[in-house]
């Protein structure tokens, strides 16, 4: 998944893991909880469905999430 802020101002983005793995071209089985790997920051970490993140003014965050 990928977090993008476009914009001149910080500005707070969030997504429901629960609605992505609704779409058809996303191959994610439903769990309790999923791992979610910060790739640029090297960091993991669990949510249940729903993640928020404030990002910088045009700035990016990239992850990778896999059920656990």
Do not use: Q
């Not at 969030?14 to 979610?36: G, H, M, Q, T």
């Not at 469905?49 to 045009?58: C, E, Q, V």
């Amino acid at each position: 998944i990928c977090l993008l802020n476009k914009g001149p101002k910080e500005m707070e983005v969030s997504f429901n893991i629960k609605d992505i793995i609704k779409e058809s071209f996303v191959d994610l089985p439903n769990a309790d909880e999923y791992k979610v790997y910060n790739i640029w920051e090297d960091k993991e970490f669990s949510i249940r469905s729903t993640y928020s993140a404030k990002l910088r003014p045009h700035s990016v965050e990239l992850y990778r999430i896999k059920a656990d």
